[in-house]
Nanobody, 118 residues
Framework: QVQLAESGGGSVQFGGSLRLSCAAS????????MAWYRQAPGEERELVAS???????DFADSVKGRFSISRDYFKNTIYLQMTSLKSEDTGVYYC????????????WGQGIQVTVSS
């Protein structure tokens, strides 16, 4: 069973930065896509950023220019670098990975809290 473990969350002031990590228990090259989602209280989970195995990335409009996503194959880890944080970035951040091999399987991390205070 693949496990994804998020770390790096916490509390930060408005305008601050955080870097989230998502460490996989297997080689991340086995995933066609890895992504970060977030869920604010009372809201649906939403896509924040994704990275495909060809290196292409995608971001929610609300975080473009402030967040970046990257990966380290040696550490089997992806990162979400968050800068210029706003209160609306507050939420639980989840890591998601989708396998490239059949049967296609999606895994989720347990989530990590990010709180931005003004």
């Amino acid at each position: 069973q693949v496990q994804l473990a998020e770390s790096g969350g916490g509390s930060v002031q408005f305008g601050g930065s955080l870097r989230l990590s998502c460490a996989a228990s297997t080689r991340i090259s086995e995933f066609v896509t890895m992504a970060w989602y977030r869920q604010a209280p009372g809201e649906e989970r939403e896509l924040v950023a994704s990275i495909v195995n060809d290196g292409s990335t995608d971001f929610a409009d609300s975080v473009k220019g402030r967040f970046s996503i990257s990966r380290d194959y040696f550490k089997n880890t992806i990162y979400l670098q968050m800068t210029s944080l706003k209160s609306e970035d507050t939420g639980v951040y989840y890591c998601k990975a989708t396998t490239s091999a059949w049967p296609v399987t999606t895994y989720w991390g347990q989530g990590i809290q990010v709180t931005v205070s003004s």
